[in-house]
């Protein structure tokens, strides 16, 4: 999932915890397969090249996440949109090249989560040139899967990292939490918060990740459906509850929503640390 991830389990047999372990990283895998617009046998590459042309059938696991998709769009006012990935045929983060308006116009016509037809379980994309994106989720989603998969395999104490989308499993062994360093988004070397979890997921949304800096502005990966360009209000936004996919998506949703995106998680009711452009701090424990 082109990032760094990583199985820790607490167990008396590194044989069975590294078995343990293989069985979590084959569902990531299994998940990469079956959901990367990178691969073309993926249900998504399906779906995408079929745009403008006829219906593709979808699993239930599928429809679950376009179900969910669907809820992402309506929580957050048509801000978080799985149509929206087209985008990143204007941005490109390696560079440092802002696209102009005229490029980003025809990708935002494409851009229309709710006119994507269903009938049963068929998906049809109207548009050719449509494509969607479960990458908004798809790290988290895997992390709860693998964490599910070793759970069931009877593992007590451990977690799941996705490049810092973190699913708990249970605490240490001798009852402590795990303590998660939610990282300083201007100094990599540092952290601004510890924050301990006995269980349970947190998940952080920043425009540390990937970006690129032009006369002393940074533009993000995280973009805004309807302008086309970067968010700017908020460095970093981390969400704490009891699933990965629930708080990597409010994270986000709550850098798109800039300016409101703190009344959006204090309604949310979770825990959430969250650090503006001037670097003041927000956060509520659960």
């Keep these: 999932m082109a990032c760094g991830c990583e199985v820790v389990i607490a167990s008396t047999s590194k044989d069975e915890a590294v078995a343990i372990a293989k069985l979590a990283v084959e569902e990531i895998t299994r998940i990469e397969r079956k959901y990367s617009r990178y691969r073309p046998e993926s249900i998504v590459s399906l779906i995408n090249g079929a745009a403008g042309k006829g219906f593709v059938e979808c699993d239930d696991e599928t429809l679950s996440l376009v179900n969910y998709a669907d809820a992402l769009y309506n929580s957050s006012g ?6 929206s990935g087209i ?3 204007a941005w490109n983060f390696n560079d440092t ?10 990708l935002l016509e494409l851009i229309d989560w709710k006119s994507v037809v269903r009938k049963g379980k068929a998906l049809r994309l109207p548009k050719s040139g449509m494509e969607l994106d479960f990458g908004g989720f798809g790290k988290e989603y895997a992390a709860d899967r693998a964490a599910t998969v070793i759970h069931e395999q009877g593992v007590k104490h451990g977690y799941v990292n996705m490049a810092g989308d973190i699913r708990v499993v249970g605490p240490k062994p001798d009852g402590g939490p795990w303590m998660i360093g939610i990282q300083d988004p201007r100094h990599k070397e540092r952290v ?3 924050i301990p979890l ?5 998940t952080t949304s920043g425009d540390y990740e990937r970006f690129f800096e032009v006369d002393g502005k940074r533009y ?3 973009l805004n459906p309807r302008t086309g360009y970067p968010v700017t209000w908020w ?5 704490v509850t009891q699933m990965a996919i629930t708080a990597g998506s409010y994270s986000t949703i709550a850098m798109l929503r800039e300016a409101e995106g703190l009344d959006f998680l204090e309604e949310s009711g979770l825990g959430y640390l969250a650090m503006n452009q001037s670097g003041k701090i927000y956060h509520k424990n659960t």
Aim: aromatic fraction near 2%; glycine fraction near 8%; hydrophobic fraction near 45%.
């Design 235 to 239: 460095q970093s936004v981390t969400v």
């Design 220 to 222: 993000c990966h995280i």
């Design 192 to 194: 601004i918060a510890s």
């Design 97 to 106: 090249v802002v696209p102009d308006p005229e490029k980003l116009a025809p």
């Design 78 to 83: 048509g801000l978080f949109d799985i149509t």
């Design 198 to 202: 006995h269980g349970g997921a947190l």
């Design 87 to 89: 985008l990143r045929k």
